[in-house]
């Protein structure tokens, strides 16, 4: 039985700014951190050989974050634009978004241009976080959007 999301992983290339961003401009809290070299349990469960990488778990109000820094296997770069497939991005629900797109553009955080209303319901904005992954900032303004869907409803 699937009883709801747990967490979504980002791979970044400097796991100390990575870090750095996610605690203190984000506000997540580490709730476990790991060093793995050839860890047997971590090769078997993610599927590769060799395994050498930092992670940390980051605690969010209502779901949790793990960033990781391969070293080995050798990672490639795959991150994607907003409308490929996959992991394409990461959405953060906020209250204020132009004070959060402002105070996270001081953390290093590039946007696509200026926040974007989308009349009463919601206002969204896509961005980098430091090591170049791809953020949304979401803030839903209608309380007839919050009843439906706690996260995208902008159609």
Known sequence: MIVGLHHVAIGVDDFDKALTFYTKALGFEVVQQSDFDNDANANLAIGL???????AMLK???????IWE???????????RPCDRGYPHLALQVD??????????EHGMEFVGEVVHFGDRA???YGRDPCGNVVELYEIKSAEIA???R???LA
Do not use: C, W
Not at 49 to 55: E, F, R, S, V
Not at 60 to 66: G, H, I, K
Not at 70 to 80: A, C, G, M
């Open 147 to 149: 009843q439906l869907d």
């Open 96 to 105: 204020d978004i132009q004070s959060e797109f402002e105070r996270l553009q």
């Open 70 to 80: 391969y070293s080995s296997p050798q990672p490639e770069d795959l991150r994607s």
């Open 49 to 55: 050989d060799g395994i050498k990488a930092k992670m």
């Open 123 to 125: 206002a969204a904005i």
């Open 151 to 153: 996260g995208h409803a």
């Open 60 to 66: 969010t109000s209502n779901a949790f974050v793990e």
